[in-house]
């Protein structure tokens, strides 16, 4: 049987990868698994289960999935980044959502920078990348900026979420 605290990191662990990977997922091919939103949604119910506030993190997940929602129906975000913000606010504790919001904006607006600063910069001309997949999602990548087409917004969740659950704040 595997001790309380044991479970706790484990399941943080499978979180963290499963958010690196969504982002990872995101900069590739711009969508977002659903079973990574899943698999997000379930550690986080796992672990507010077991600090006993499922309840608060279903109603804190709810909240941020109408406001999230909204953004998507205006079309200032992805469905996927929907449902992986409400994952997220179901990963962290129910008082920490609020920090969990302003990290997700504040990484965004970082993501943001970035990348204008990359469409000035980045040549016109190829830069070789070695190895075959990561060329290509560089190569892509690139005119994505220079087009200015859509950020991978999942960049700035996973940030926002695992800042969210590496704060001194939403561990005590």
């Not at 499922?54 to 804190?60: E, S």
């Not at 999230?68 to 990963?91: H, N, P, S």
């Amino acid at each position: 049987m595997t001790d309380p605290a044991t479970l706790h990191l484990l399941i943080l662990f499978a979180a963290a990868t499963a958010l690196l990977f969504a982002a990872a997922h995101d900069v590739a091919v711009r969508t977002v698994p659903n079973a990574v939103s899943l698999i997000v949604a379930a550690a986080g119910l796992g672990l507010n289960m077991q600090g006993g506030q499922l309840f608060p993190a279903l109603g804190g997940g709810g909240l941020v999935f109408a406001g999230a929602w909204y953004c998507w129906r205006v079309g200032w975000i992805g469905g996927g980044d929907v449902k992986l913000l409400a994952a997220c606010a179901m990963l962290v504790p129910p008082a920490s959502v609020p920090q969990l919001i302003l990290s997700t904006a504040v990484a965004g607006g970082v993501l943001a920078l970035i990348y204008l600063t990359l469409a000035r910069l980045l040549p016109s001309d190829s830069i070789p990348v070695s190895g075959g997949l990561l060329r290509r999602i560089w190569r892509t990548e690139r005119r994505r900026i220079r087009r200015g087409l859509s950020l991978p917004y999942c960049c700035a969740i996973a940030a926002g979420g695992l800042l969210t659950l590496c704060s001194p704040i939403s561990i005590g």
